[in-house]
């Protein structure tokens, strides 16, 4: 399978090259030539099999012709050591439960995947350095599934004070090959240094460099299976007709994988993106014009990106047609009042508790499901990640899982740095061997 850029200036690559560099040379993000059909009896047969069965046959599909068989089940074995189960909130309305892995986030899949597949082609060839421009969970995720991981080194950029405590915790104490920049600037500022590294001639010259955000098809294509076992428990439910799904959206790499699932043959009918009040993309739905600007800090931080990378890959998905993409996409956008409104008003009526991610997706299914429609919603993270602004919400004390606990002992280790990126490639140049 080779890999083209969503600019159209750059040559195209193999999966290797596309892993290993993660943004073409053209700034474009790398797009697969084609997109597989998986046959009608991997559909009819969804349900019989495991999470990891699914997954591999996906994976397969993907990535087969450039990864032998036995090694990508492994990686996928490996990767889905847990399990992402659907839970009934009210009727016609499940939650999607994407926070069962090491970090308590739906970015652990695709983490995990990238890790081990990054290793399968560096392997011998000398030290890559990951970078990781975080809002949240990502960082986490990432620093975690690379953690210890022989000849590679991540460092991961968070904006200073816009991320939970908790989930700063989770990469700035965990030392050996994990290095966090805590920058004076936002989410977007972070993902901005990271671009321009990759573009740097000087910097890629002297250190071998790639992404682990979802630029890179590594994080972004596994996240696929989490949509194949959310149809396969509907269909043991009898439920998989006329299945309507949400995702809480703020770089876009989560629903672009689900775009990428139904184009591959998955039965959903349409799909909800659910933005915090960094709303470009529910804009763009409107109006037909996209228009990037800062982003805008909310209670929900994972989605405070004002220029979401993923929008190009939809763009290109859809052959740039705003009909065709407004035809499978509808939009949702909520303030911080009206999230923490209904954190409040769900847990109280049915007793489930939403992180204020999910309380996105939650809200902006439950506004949209027509009748005769069955939805699910992403829960993309434990809500105990979130633990002073859920309580606050909730006037309840909510249990701390002994995970995050752990994380919450250590102690943290970070580099403050500006948004300047010529400090920022200083520093590199300063870690280089």
Not at 399 to 425: D, H, Y
Request: proline share 4%; with cysteine; charged share 20%.
């Amino acid at each position: 399978m080779m890999y083209y850029s969503t600019n159209g200036k750059a040559p195209r690559a193999d999966l290797q090259k596309a892993v290993t560099k993660g943004l073409a040379e053209d700034r474009g993000l790398y797009m697969p030539e084609r997109i597989p059909q998986l046959p009608a009896e991997f559909f009819e047969g969804m349900g019989e099999r495991s999470f990891a069965g699914n997954a591999s046959l996906v994976a397969e599909a993907f990535f087969g012709e450039d990864v032998p068989k036995e090694q990508l089940r492994r990686i996928v074995a490996d990767t889905l050591s847990f399990d992402c189960p659907i839970v009934e909130v009210e009727p016609d309305i499940w939650s999607l439960e994407l926070f069962h892995g090491p970090t308590l986030a739906f970015k652990d899949v695709g983490a995990r995947f990238m890790a081990r597949l990054l290793r399968h082609f560096t392997k011998g060839r000398g030290e890559v350095n990951v970078l990781v421009a975080t809002s949240g969970d990502t960082g986490s995720a990432v620093a975690n599934g690379f953690l210890g991981v022989e000849g590679i080194r991540v460092f991961v950029l968070y904006p200073k004070g816009k991320v939970s405590p908790i989930q700063e915790c989770q990469f700035t104490t965990l030392g050996q090959n994990i290095t966090a920049l805590e920058i004076d600037g936002t989410f977007d500022d972070c993902q901005a240094l990271v671009k321009n590294a990759f573009m740097d001639a000087e910097l890629n010259e002297k250190m071998q460099l790639t992404s682990a955000n979802s630029i890179n098809v590594a994080r972004f294509l596994p996240q696929m299976f989490y949509y194949f076992q959310a149809m396969a428990q509907l269909q043991r439910k009898g439920l998989s007709q006329n299945v309507v799904c949400c995702v809480p959206s703020g770089n876009f790499g989560n629903i672009c994988a689900a775009l990428f699932a139904k184009k591959a043959g998955l039965p959903i009918k349409r799909f909800i993106a659910a933005n915090n009040a960094n709303s470009v993309f529910y804009e763009y739905l409107k109006t037909g014009v996209y228009t990037a600007r800062p982003s805008i800090q909310t209670i929900a931080n994972a989605m405070d990106v004002g220029d979401p990378s993923n929008f190009a890959r939809i763009y290109d998905l859809y052959g740039k047609s705003h009909e065709a993409i407004s035809a499978d996409i509808s939009g949702a956008t909520y303030s911080n009042e009206q999230i923490a409104e209904t954190i409040r008003d769900c847990h109280s009526r049915t007793g489930y508790l939403l992180d204020p991610h999910g309380a996105c997706g939650y809200r902006a299914l439950k506004e949209n499901l027509q009748k005769g429609e069955v939805g699910f919603f992403c829960e993309t993270a434990h809500p105990a990640k979130f633990k002073d602004t859920v309580e606050g919400i909730i006037g309840e004390p909510i249990e701390i899982p002994e995970r995050l606990q752990a994380f919450m002992q250590g102690t943290k280790q970070s580099v403050a740095l500006s948004k300047e990126f010529q400090e920022f490639k200083s520093f590199l140049f300063s870690r280089s061997r």
